[in-house]
């Protein structure tokens, strides 16, 4: 069986036949008929210059196939096919590879439910570059975050993607592909990293993107990844992750708890709104727990951001003389304001780091809502169904 | 180094072709910017102009990120001069100068035929604001709303354009004539605008559909010829204004489509397969498929008349001259300069119309308008499906050329939609049956009332199949302010 292959596709029944993509492709991979506008899959080289100029949104399409539509097929169409059954894949796919949507659906599985996106986000690119045609970016940094004599080694690495197209949202995982086999001679899988840098990129505008790393003793890729020099180039997969998205609309309150390298996707969520909305206040909470102050990856840049833009909340749980802090004591004493947002139909919950977090983190959300006269698992049901509750660990 | 993709804000004019190292031109375009923002500001109810519209904002020229989604208030859009991207050699692409560079600056031979080509496409760009002014009032929803705020700001935009023109390449007389862009009104007995379809007012949505189908599209046929220019900041200016007026199309076709699909669905929920079984379907407040035939045939036939005379020497010369090029020109294989070829046209023979052949170089405007014709029967199709899809027996056509015309050979004669010609005492009868009556005008405006509930649509309107900007089905896209 062929790998299966994502298909760009147009709509036919939103498409108005006006070939402004047609105009703008720089690969002629999309011709006309009278009917239908329609793309070349032999063409396509994903580069997405269509996307942003097509004035209906129909140009916007795509289906997973082992055979990729004919011109033919497209040209006789009234409306987009559906996508068909693909051994494991379903609509709103957070990735096309089984192995990763495995992995997603584990890593989302604190939800207690089918992960949604939230309703306002940006519609996410997902699983543009397999195993099969990994995408190749060039490492442009690679800085030590923790501080040099602690034993936890956090990595803020730097991929530039060149001239390749690499269209990643806050919140998506791409996938790094470790050099060399494996036993068996087979190369190794990928694993997956949270992107810690927004959509436009690390520095505004540059193709690039940034990932927040641990070293994990024995931990064939991390070690592979921490490493890493620059102008050493990697194979990557994805963009990966469908679910755990930020919200466009401005109004939309944010509560992020996270631990460790967990921070990476609200790193991205944070510089994604002081880019649009600098001016923006109090829609922003951040519980950040570590067990030291120089163990919490950008606790020196994350103190400059003003805190009427973002509330911090840090919880230590080893800081010598202090007694041992964790997030959900942190929830708790900022019960009034999360009691707020539980309330707040635009309030959207977070939850990235360590598994071990989440059962402390659930008690302190069932306590505040029970102050409020709340049932939490009733709740945290309607909010994950509204896409306003997102959890991620491993 | 001059940044000629992205836009530049260091100036009051955002706009990609430098303004800031040209002074003079800033100077003239700062002191015709008050007069546009008031004319804007006058012109659109105010509890509008201070709500927050979710608008799509061109930044660049650069398809990659040509443009930025965002609230926005009206009078704070920012309104720029944006060309497309200078292409290396460019040569002119038809007429006696073909193959000569393009010319960068204006020919002194064909100033005022170019000066009156520019003003005439920038009088209707604030024209339709202008017929539009009060449908917000009425909006079926805020997506709706927010379309036509979308198409306002981008016609703002697009008379910018046109005025930076003026500004630039013909200096005092361009001057003068930028200002009466602003000084003319739809509409106004002593000062109205230059063509006649754009004095009308647009009284209801389904007008505004079809004005944005049928109108805009004689629009986007005049920018595609534009586009074709031997001027190159012309031809450039018009390239990239294209790219905004799919939009329009876009909210033409799909709110006509809508609309249609509403009938149907009402129609089938009760059991009516009758086309013509006007009553009931009027009291179950959708609008029947024999009226919007009739506001097709109206629209489309208004919109004819926008291309002039079949036979026309302006046409020929402006194609000539290498100032006004065909629908695609760069894509026809013919020698483009039409020195010996023919063109079929419309003409009168006996009181019949018939078919016969002209020098093609005298039927530019007939050849435009037939590309206009298939460009606009292919959304016509379209709406036909929706009506097969629901198994109703009925189906929407263009009517004849000939049929409601004020301008080229069939001028006030009497012709039938299918194209025959026929008494005054048959032409009386039929009316009611082909153009929209009083009764019908009023009908339509009874059902149009204000719907602002955010993901709501009024009755007579299905919702859209996609939000803007891939939002979801209750995204609120504008915020009312509601002082």
Redesign the interface.
Same mark, same amino acid.
């Given at each position: 069986m062929n790998q299966p292959l994502k298909q760009h596709l147009i709509d036919p029944e939103i498409c108005i036949r006006c070939y402004t993509c047609e105009m703008t492709c720089p690969e002629q991979a999309i011709e006309h008929d009278d009917m239908n506008v329609v793309v070349d899959a032999s063409k396509c080289k994903y580069c997405m210059d269509c996307i942003p100029v097509c004035p209906t949104g129909s140009i916007d399409n795509w289906r997973v196939v082992t055979q990729p539509y004919s011109l033919e097929d497209q040209y006789g169409w009234m409306e987009l096919p559906e996508q068909q059954e693909i051994a494991g894949d379903e609509g709103g796919l957070e990735a096309m590879d089984d192995a990763i949507s495995a992995l997603l659906a584990e890593a989302h599985k604190g939800a207690g439910g089918k992960a949604k996106a939230p309703a306002t986000a940006s519609k996410p690119t997902v699983s543009m570059y397999g195993l099969g045609r990994p995408a190749e970016a060039k490492v442009t940094g690679n800085f030590r975050l923790t501080a040099e004599d602690s034993d936890s080694d956090v990595r803020h690495i730097i991929l530039d993607f060149g001239s390749l197209p690499f269209p990643v949202l806050e919140g998506q995982s791409i996938g790094i592909i470790p050099l060399g086999t494996d036993e068996a001679g087979n190369p190794h899988l990928p694993r997956l990293y949270s992107v810690s840098s927004p959509r436009d990129g690390e520095r505004p505008n540059f193709n690039n993107l940034s990932l927040t790393v641990k070293r994990e003793e024995k931990g064939l890729c991390s070690n592979y990844v921490c490493d890493l020099k620059p102008g050493d180039t990697v194979q990557v997969t994805g963009p990966f992750g469908a679910t755990f998205l930020l919200p466009a609309d401005p109004d939309a309150k944010l509560l992020m708890i996270c631990t460790g390298t967990g921070s990476a996707p609200f790193r991205a969520f944070t510089m994604r709104r002081q880019r649009e909305y600098p001016s923006l206040k109090g829609s922003l909470m951040l519980v950040f727990g570590a067990r030291r102050p120089r163990e919490l990856p950008y606790f020196g840049p994350l103190k400059k951001v003003p805190e009427e833009f973002m509330s911090k909340h840090f919880a230590f749980s080893r800081q010598e003389g202090e007694p041992k802090h964790y997030v959900q004591d942190k929830l708790r004493e900022e019960a009034e304001k999360v009691g707020e947002l539980l309330q707040n139909p635009k309030g959207h919950i977070y939850i990235c780091g360590l598994k071990a977090m989440e059962q402390g983190v659930d008690e302190a959300f069932k306590d505040i809502a029970r102050g409020l006269g709340l049932n939490w698992a009733e709740l945290r049901d309607r909010m994950r169904e509204e896409g306003r509750y997102h959890v991620e660990t491993y | 180094m001059l940044d000629l993709i992205n836009v530049s804000y260091d100036t009051q004019i955002p706009n990609n072709v430098g303004l800031s190292q040209d002074k003079k031109v800033l100077k003239a375009l700062e002191k015709w910017h008050p007069g546009y923002i008031d004319w804007w500001n006058k012109l659109i109810p105010q509890n509008f102009q201070e709500s927050l519209v979710y608008l799509r904002t061109a930044v660049s020229v650069d398809?990659?990120?040509? #443009?930025k989604f965002d609230?926005v208030k009206m009078p704070e859009y920012r309104w720029g001069v944006l060309l497309a991207p200078q292409v290396e050699d460019r040569v002119i692409p038809c007429g006696e100068h073909k193959g000569e560079p393009a010319w960068q600056e204006v020919p002194g031979e064909y100033r005022n035929l170019l000066k009156r080509l520019i003003v005439i496409q920038g009088d209707t760009e604030p024209a339709s604001v202008e017929q539009q002014r009060l449908l917000a009032l009425t909006a079926p929803s805020l997506y709706d709303m927010r379309n036509l705020f979308q198409v306002n700001v981008e016609e703002g935009r697009h008379l910018w354009a046109m005025v930076y023109l003026l500004h630039k390449y013909f200096g005092r007389d361009g001057r003068e004539e930028a200002d009466d862009l602003l000084r003319r009104q739809s509409g106004s007995e002593e000062a109205p605008r230059m063509l006649g379809a754009f004095n009308e007012e647009t009284p209801d949505w389904l007008s505004f559909f079809m004005f944005t189908y049928f109108t805009d599209r004689d629009g986007k046929m005049q920018l595609e010829s534009l586009a074709q220019s031997g001027f190159d900041p012309l031809s450039r200016t018009c390239r990239f204004m294209? *790219?905004e +007026? #799919?939009?329009h199309? @876009?909210v033409g +076709? *799909?709110g006509v489509g809508r609309t249609i699909q509403r009938t149907c669905e009402v129609m089938k929920e009760n059991g009516i397969d009758d086309p013509y079984d006007v009553g009931r379907i009027r009291a179950l407040g959708v609008i029947d498929l024999p009226l919007i035939q009739k506001k097709l045939n109206l629209h489309y036939t208004l919109s004819l008349d926008l291309f002039g005379q079949e036979v026309s020497t302006n046409a020929a010369n402006a194609f000539n001259a290498g100032i006004k090029g065909r629908y695609m020109e760069n894509r026809l294989t013919d020698d483009h300069q039409l020195q010996h070829d023919t063109y079929t046209v419309w003409d009168l023979e006996d009181g019949k119309a018939v078919q016969k052949e002209v020098p093609a170089l005298t039927a530019i405007n007939m050849r435009l308008r037939d590309d206009y014709t298939k460009d606009a029967a292919?959304?016509v199709?379209?709406w036909n499906?929706i009506i097969e899809k629901h198994g109703i027996d009925f189906e929407l056509k263009l009517p004849h050329e000939a049929f409601h015309r004020k301008i080229g050979v069939f001028a006030d004669k009497l012709f039938d939609p299918e194209g025959k010609m026929v008494s005054g005492a048959e032409y009386d009868k039929g009316m009611p049956e082909w153009l929209p009556t009083h009764a019908d005008g009023d009908f339509i405006q009874s059902l149009m009332k204000p719907c602002y509930e955010p993901g709501q649509y009024a009755r007579w309107i299905a919702p859209p199949?996609?939000?803007?900007?891939?939002?979801?089905g209750? @995204?609120e896209y504008v915020k009312l302010h509601m002082a």
């Open positions: - | 398809p990659k990120g040509w #443009a609230y294209l *790219t +007026e #799919a939009h199309m @876009f +076709e *799909t292919g959304g199709g379209r499906k199949k996609v939000g803007i900007d891939n939002k979801p209750d @995204f």
